[in-house]
């Protein structure tokens, strides 16, 4: 729990860098690699406790800014599904969602 917290505020305050650099595509002071290992991290969090699994690493997702809004998602197959984790900062907090997309087969 204190290790998912510390994880979160990191996040954060990254977020809060990108916001105070004018919110530019650049990375600043190694964000653009720290930032997305702790976005994977909560969302392998969540998927473990969901799913049971850890699916996501910092290189398998992709971050955006849209407005003054940061973002990662990634999406990984998971026995006849995906599993898609998206980690946005919305206000200086991370929010995880995990969605679990079910793949049917016709035979």
Same mark, same amino acid.
């Given at each position: 729990?204190?290790? $998912? !917290?510390? $994880? *979160?505020? =990191?996040?954060?305050?990254? $977020?809060?860098?990108? +916001? &105070?650099?004018? +919110?530019?595509?650049?990375?600043?002071?190694?964000?653009?690699?720290?930032?997305?290992? !702790? @976005?994977?991290?909560?969302?392998?969090?969540?998927?473990?406790?969901?799913?049971? =699994?850890?699916?996501?690493?910092?290189? &398998?997702? &992709?971050?955006?800014?849209?407005?003054?809004?940061?973002?990662? &998602? @990634? $999406?990984?197959?998971?026995?006849? *599904?995906?599993?898609?984790? *998206?980690? *946005?900062?919305?206000?200086?907090?991370?929010?995880?969602?995990?969605?679990?997309?079910?793949?049917?087969?016709?035979?």
């Amino acid at each position: 729990m204190k290790k $998912a !917290l510390v $994880a *979160s505020l =990191v996040l954060a305050l990254v $977020a809060v860098a990108y +916001w &105070s650099n004018g +919110w530019r595509t650049e990375p600043t002071a190694g964000s653009d690699r720290i930032a997305p290992a !702790l @976005a994977a991290g909560l969302a392998n969090r969540e998927t473990a406790q969901r799913f049971g =699994v850890e699916p996501f690493t910092a290189e &398998s997702g &992709s971050v955006s800014i849209e407005g003054k809004q940061w973002n990662w &998602s @990634a $999406a990984k197959g998971y026995g006849h *599904s995906d599993l898609r984790a *998206s980690v *946005s900062v919305v206000q200086g907090k991370p929010v995880v969602q995990i969605d679990q997309i079910v793949i049917e087969t016709w035979e």
